[in-house]
């Protein structure tokens, strides 16, 4: 059984115009996450055991994962947040979890279930209190993708002595979530908004993993290699849609043009290779040192973020003010990919990876492949 990549390239265009529908309101891509589900992308990452695409295991799996978001992402990047959002989930549980929370976790995702991981905390942290086998949660997350439609959210949450845990919240009751954020220019359709777990109360198989594991290395910087596919879509069609709009002004001949053609090309080909190379290094963890792994991916982060700002920017150089025309799709698309590619850190990240490997290089391709 294969993934039906075609018949998910071949959605593009209508979650496209999803995307641009409901930007003005900040709408959830509520088509755009059916038509995904109904391919199989919600439970692709799921092993073949328990109904998915085992695109979570191996170097063959992570190819496979970083097409589905890459594909997601070229047709609406606020539905591949939602998607990456729903697998990096789904990762954790399998990584830190039991068995049989994998399981259980399968078998919601086969229900309709939407998963995500929501860390950023709010003005009250969330804190945890655990009395026998229940937990009582208090405080709240801000910035959590999907926050009226998620219906298992993975979060973090400080115990009495400060240690940190996953819990999976079932959202099954009445969501005690907050509007969309305010002010926020792009990725308007990805949800982001505040939930507040104030006397939500699961018990305690809820926790996933042990204390500390959430940022335990590699697999805390290992994980952002599932954005970089998501960003990697949306720099790819941006590029299309210069190319495209130019022939049709009859400007893409002239060599202005042309020589702005040819960067975005080679920008949006690092990307991709960038984003191949730490997917790969990624899921080959068991063959490097964790700290390989999670430098060699925090450059890739850095690599397709500086890439995808050159595009945008060849993207308004070359189609000049109809790049800033509301109706021009190419204007609603900065917006996100300019939201989207905007990581915590980028600085220290870098000063860390390169500290790394000042004195070691960098892992090589054909010892993954």
């Not at 026998?132 to 298992?152: N, P, Y």
Request: charged share 20%; proline share 3%; with cysteine.
């Amino acid at each position: 059984m294969t993934f039906p990549f075609d018949a998910l390239s071949a959605c593009r265009a209508e979650l496209e115009e999803e995307a641009s529908i409901n930007d003005a309101q900040g709408t959830f891509p509520a088509d755009g996450l059916r038509r995904v589900r109904e391919l199989g992308g919600l439970s692709a990452v799921l092993p073949a055991t328990l109904g998915g695409y085992g695109f979570g295991e191996g170097c063959q799996g992570a190819i496979g994962l970083l097409h589905l978001l890459r594909l997601t992402g070229e047709g609406n990047l606020s539905l591949g947040r939602i998607v990456e959002g729903h697998v990096n989930a789904i990762r954790l549980i399998a990584c830190y979890g039991t068995p049989e929370q994998l399981a259980r976790a399968a078998a919601d995702i086969h229900d309709g279930a939407l998963f995500g991981v929501w860390v950023t905390q709010g003005t009250a942290p969330v804190r945890m209190e655990q009395t026998g086998d229940s937990i009582i949660l208090r405080g709240e997350k801000i910035f959590a993708s999907g926050v009226r439609q998620v219906t298992r959210a993975l979060i973090t949450a400080s115990t009495a002595d400060d240690a940190t845990r996953m819990i999976l919240v079932p959202l099954d009751t009445e969501h005690n979530a907050a509007p969309c954020l305010d002010g926020i220019t792009g990725m308007r359709g990805a949800g982001a908004g505040r939930y507040d777990f104030t006397g939500t109360m699961v018990l305690s198989d809820a926790l996933i993993g042990q204390s500390g594991d959430y940022l335990r290395q590699p697999e805390f910087s290992a994980g952002a290699w599932r954005g970089m596919a998501v960003a990697l879509g949306g720099v790819d069609r941006l590029v299309t849609l210069l190319r495209e709009q130019l022939c049709a002004r009859s400007r893409a001949e002239n060599p202005s043009q042309q020589a702005r053609i040819g960067t975005a090309l080679i920008a949006a080909e690092t990307a991709r290779l960038w984003t191949c190379k730490a997917a790969l290094i990624a899921a080959g963890t068991d063959d490097h040192e964790a700290g390989d792994v999670a430098a060699t991916v925090n450059l890739a982060r850095l690599a397709v973020e500086r890439a995808g700002l050159e595009v945008i920017e060849l993207a308004q150089r070359g189609l000049g003010l109809s790049a800033f025309v509301k109706t021009n799709v190419v204007e609603r698309l900065i917006r996100d990919l300019s939201t989207y590619l905007r990581q915590p850190a980028p600085d220290e990240t870098l000063l860390e990876a390169a500290e790394w490997f000042t004195r070691r290089n960098l892992p090589r391709m054909e010892r993954i492949w």
